[in-house]
């Protein structure tokens, strides 16, 4: 999800290529990157918003990654 500075955060459309989370978490995952962009103008502070929900209502230890140009390789265990 991006937001060019022309654009609200409300105004961009989320695009989900790879995912293994129920469609539920996938909205809310959406709803709270739009509302950490219309919140925080730093990508850290995107990050941790997000991060920090996610702990808190799935209970678990989550990681996210905000931003253009970055590489990542992240496995996961159940």
């Given at each position: 999800?991006?937001a060019?500075?022309?654009?609200?955060?409300?105004?961009?459309?989320?695009?989900?290529?790879?995912?293994d989370?129920?469609?539920?978490?996938?909205?809310?995952?959406?709803?709270?990157?739009?509302?950490?962009?219309?919140?925080?103008?730093?990508?850290?502070?995107v990050?941790?918003?997000?991060k920090?929900?996610?702990?808190?209502?799935?209970?678990?230890?989550?990681?996210?990654?905000?931003?253009?140009?970055?590489g990542?390789?992240?496995?996961?265990?159940?």
């Amino acid at each position: 999800m991006s937001a060019p500075s022309s654009e609200k955060p409300s105004d961009v459309k989320a695009v989900i290529k790879s995912v293994d989370m129920s469609e539920e978490m996938q909205e809310t995952a959406t709803q709270m990157a739009v509302t950490a962009l219309e919140k925080y103008a730093v990508e850290k502070d995107v990050a941790m918003y997000i991060k920090k929900e996610f702990d808190r209502l799935y209970n678990t230890t989550w990681h996210c990654v905000v931003g253009k140009h970055f590489g990542s390789f992240v496995t996961h265990g159940e």
